[in-house]
């Protein structure tokens, strides 16, 4: 039976002892009445419905699937009464307006809410995760009146939301998209086309469904600056049903709970939002949401594969310690003892709080980027997370997957078969590192938009935050070089991209892969480095907690010693430039 228990403590550590998140809130009017009993009591009662609702779900929920018939998707059994006491719990609506329903939670909240819910059970969650980034999109550039009469049902998860831009031939490169809208009266214009892959598409969970739709105007330009947005609901105001339907469903290798729909829109009434031609614009408000999203899947992964692969390790006893001291009276010692078994747990655990740290610091420069009265700290987080999206949405997930595979060798051949739930895990998590944009996309958008042709302007931004906290002394002095070194490499493969790109086209795309793993990298050590100190000033206060202050400080350490080496490895890479990938012909392949 996998096991799973929501990381209150950690969350706690990273909002509170790490970044100060109480006097960051206090700081804001729009977050003034957040306080650390709040977010405390947000967490713990989000933690005890993802244990007890989610969590009983996911197996069999894998195991049953969705179910097509006739244009009707049935979810597995349990989860409309999942979704509904999830829904009535005001969760769908956490970070939402609160003008017209929402609870206006910061991000740097909301995401580690998502993480809990997305480890326990990422196909029932991605049904109100949708509509959460649905809500978004329409609260930023809805009209007044379509706010009015969406967002209270959105945040009350009586209807939900899509995000429909993938069609048969349009996945990447969305500028290649079909779906029609024609003019069909004043307000509305008629829909015709087939979207595919749409989660949540059709599903027996709310009452009605808004589907966001990017569609082409008879006279828009070829390409992506051709693209508007539209508004489609399944039931019109008089009950009747608009003309789009859920033509099938996938059959895939992971989350069999979600149902993932091809969309046929037959003159469906669509309503448009924002300017005509500028729909990717406004799309991306909700694409930008649901990456961070996407990445808090990856990264709740790894954590219930960490937690399920480490409980095993305890009891399973397998060969004898190294150290003769540390042998039991058995014939056998748990796995735990196994420097192997540790290098495989140490990693997991050491990308997770990694990426727990990140996430939150991620959801406060999105906070600040709204929120800060002052106009120079709103443009520099808004850079920042530009920059950093990306980053968050490929390393969560790429790790998030790596750490599902690491806890399935851990169990060894029990890990490949289905009884202990690893095998889901995995199958789960690989998704997250293709949808809301490959990872390949995700690298190019951070080598070659955000740092190629910004020039490396953002890329400074990022390391004089890290660079200000080596000179403050903040970084513990034997972590101190190492960061410093990968700060440097950092900053040598930004000035290579930007000066390469100039002359070779090919360098950004070249470099992306390895210059996102890169800043991923970079940036858990910098966060590793800044709670090995958080935690050794605990440890000096003798303010308790001592295994958890202890244990935060080893882990550190290992990911400075263990995984930061990777650096130089990526820097080689990267500045090996393009040619050993350009040098061989389509024929020779
Ligand atoms: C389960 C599931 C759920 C989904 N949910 C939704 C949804 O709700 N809404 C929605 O609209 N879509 C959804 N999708 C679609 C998903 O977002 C796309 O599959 C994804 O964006 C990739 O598009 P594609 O599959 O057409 O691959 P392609 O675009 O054909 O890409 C194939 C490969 O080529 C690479 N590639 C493509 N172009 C470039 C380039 N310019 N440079 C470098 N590499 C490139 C890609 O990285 C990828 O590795 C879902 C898909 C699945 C499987």
Redesign the pocket.
């Known amino acids: 039976m996998p096991v799973y228990t929501a990381p209150r403590r950690d969350l706690a550590f990273v909002l509170f002892d790490l970044f100060g998140a109480d006097k960051l809130w206090s700081a804001m009017k729009a977050t003034a009445e957040v306080d650390r009993d709040l977010a405390e009591a947000i967490i713990d009662a989000g933690g005890k419905l993802a244990e007890s609702a989610f969590l009983p779900l996911n197996a069999s929920g894998d195991a049953e699937g969705c179910r097509f018939d006739s244009g009707t998707v049935t979810t597995p059994e349990g989860f409309r009464d999942a979704y509904r006491t999830y829904s009535e719990g005001g969760w769908v609506g956490l970070g939402g307006d609160p003008e017209h329903g929402g609870q206006g939670m910061p991000k740097m909240l909301t995401v580690a809410v998502e993480e809990m819910f997305f480890a326990t059970n990422p196909s029932l969650y991605l049904y109100p995760v949708l509509s959460a980034g649905a809500a978004l999109l329409i609260a930023s550039h809805g009209s007044q009146a379509m706010k009015k009469r969406w967002l209270p049902e959105m945040y009350a998860g009586t209807t939900s939301g899509?995000?429909?831009?993938?069609e048969p031939h349009a996945?990447?490169?969305l500028g290649l998209l079909r779906t029609r809208a024609e003019p069909l009266d004043n307000e509305c214009h008629a829909l015709t086309g087939t979207?595919i892959?749409?989660?949540g598409g059709e599903h027996d969970l709310a009452d009605n469904i808004v589907h966001l739709v990017l569609a082409r105007l008879p006279d828009a330009p070829e390409g992506s600056k051709g693209i508007s947005l539209f508004l489609v609901p399944k039931f019109l105001e008089d009950g009747t049903r608009n003309a789009v339907t859920a033509g099938s469903i996938?059959h895939?290798m992971g989350?069999r709970g979600s149902a993932?729909c091809v969309l046929n829109f037959d003159g469906a009434r669509a309503w448009m939002i924002g300017e005509p031609n500028r729909g990717l614009a406004c799309m991306f408000t909700m694409m930008n949401y649901e990456r961070l999203s996407i990445g808090m899947q990856g990264l709740g992964a790894g954590e219930i594969a960490y937690q399920n692969a480490l409980a095993y390790a305890r009891e399973r006893v397998q060969g004898r310690a190294p150290i003769a001291e540390e042998r039991g009276e058995g014939a056998a010692d748990p796995l735990l003892v196994h420097p192997d078994v540790r290098r495989l747990l140490l990693t997991q655990k050491a990308y997770n709080e990694g990426g727990r740290a990140f996430s939150a610091f991620v959801g406060l420069q999105l906070d600040l980027s709204k929120y800060a009265d002052d106009e120079n700290e709103a443009r520099r987080a808004a850079d920042l997370v530009a920059f950093l999206t990306p980053v968050a949405k490929a390393y969560f997930t790429d790790r998030g997957f790596d750490g599902c595979v690491l806890a399935q060798q851990v169990l060894g051949g029990h890990g490949y078969v289905a009884e202990w739930g690893i095998e889901q895990y995995v199958r789960d998590a690989r998704?997250a590192q293709?949808?809301?944009?490959?990872n390949?996309?995700q690298a190019?958008d951070l080598a070659e938009r955000k740092t190629a042709r910004d020039g490396g302007r953002m890329a400074q931004a990022y390391m004089e935050g890290m660079a200000a906290f080596i000179a403050d002394q903040r970084c513990p002095e034997r972590l101190r070089p190492g960061l410093e070194e990968a700060l440097e490499l950092f900053s040598r493969c930004t000035r290579f991209i930007v000066d390469g790109a100039k002359k070779d086209p090919a360098l950004p795309?070249s470099a992306a892969a390895d210059y996102l793993e890169l800043t991923g990298l970079l940036s858990y050590a910098w966060l590793w480095a800044w709670m090995v100190g958080v935690a050794e000033g605990k440890l000096a206060e003798g303010s308790g907690e001592e295994a958890f202050m202890r244990g935060k400080v080893a882990t550190g350490e290992f990911f400075h010693a263990r995984l930061l080496p990777m650096a130089g490895v990526l820097a080689r890479r990267i500045e090996s430039g393009s040619e050993p990938l350009l040098a061989i012909s389509a024929e020779q392949f």
Do not use: A, N, R
């Open positions: 899509t995000m429909c831009l993938t996945g990447s490169d979207k892959f749409i989660t996938e895939k989350i993932t998704i293709i949808y809301e944009g490959t390949g996309i190019m795309g």
